[in-house]
């Protein structure tokens, strides 16, 4: 069956880094968008980007300059790297999939926590 | 590029129907019938339920409809059941390629 699976959670101080994995199986990786969202304590849902089999990333405006996303092949994983880390960055991160150009997120990771705090 | 708008909850009785609105600019619905909705369960991840308006993925109830008038799209859930309890968020692809979402609706069964 298909899996995205996360790690648990990561604490971080303002100002500085973190990467979020996610782990994909029971699925052919390379026929997949994969898409990043977040979610903020008692909030709602929010979109920060593609990355798709060729490695071609699109983010949303709000995170461009501040967020990269990379995927291996190899491994069939996909990372999410957010910089410059403040405390309102402190939200639950999502992987999810996307069979390309079907607008939908069919499969979603667990999720991990990222809590920035001084 | 501002959030759907959505209702912060809506209740109703068991075996009723409700309604779930998701309104938007324009711009939020640029591309045609690509709207998706997602029941959220506390401390789960998003489970898609509809896709492309209308559509529902293998397994998902038929009790789950979807529908879409101009820059409205809706959910309705008929035959309310305890099990429906969750939070429900509407979500589109507009303008700078980028996906949004609504703010999300509380169902509560009463």
Redesign the interface.
């Known amino acids: 069956q298909v899996e995205l699976a996360q790690a648990g959670g990561e604490v971080k101080k303002p100002g500085a880094s973190v990467k979020v994995s996610c782990k994909a199986s029971g699925h052919t990786f390379t026929n997949y968008n994969m898409h990043w969202l977040r979610q903020a304590p008692g909030q709602g849902l929010e979109w920060m980007g593609i990355i798709r089999p060729s490695g071609a990333t699109g983010y949303a405006p709000k995170f461009e300059g501040r967020v990269t996303m990379t995927r291996d092949t190899s491994t069939s994983t996909v990372d999410m790297d957010l910089s410059s880390l403040r405390s309102e960055d402190t939200a639950v991160y999502y992987c999810a999939r996307e069979m390309d150009k079907s607008y939908k997120f069919d499969y979603w990771g667990q999720g991990t926590l990222v809590t920035v705090s001084s | 590029?501002s959030?759907l708008t959505q209702p912060a909850s809506v209740s109703g009785s068991p075996g009723q129907s409700i309604t779930i609105s998701c309104t938007g600019s324009s711009s939020d619905f640029e591309?045609d019938n690509?709207v998706?909705w997602?029941q959220q369960e506390p401390g789960?991840?998003?489970?898609?339920i509809i896709?492309?308006v209308n559509k529902r993925?293998s397994g998902v109830s038929n009790r789950f409809s979807g529908s879409k008038s101009d820059n409205t799209a809706s959910l309705t859930i008929s035959g309310l059941q305890a099990e429906d309890e969750a939070d429900y968020?509407c979500?589109s692809?507009g303008t700078?390629?980028?996906?949004?979402?609504?703010?999300?609706t509380k169902v509560t069964v009463l």
Do not use: N
Request: aromatic fraction near 30%; hydrophobic fraction near 30%.
């Open positions: 590029q959030a591309k690509v998706s997602y789960k991840a998003p489970k898609l896709y492309e993925p968020y979500c692809y700078y390629f980028s996906y949004v979402f609504g703010a999300g």
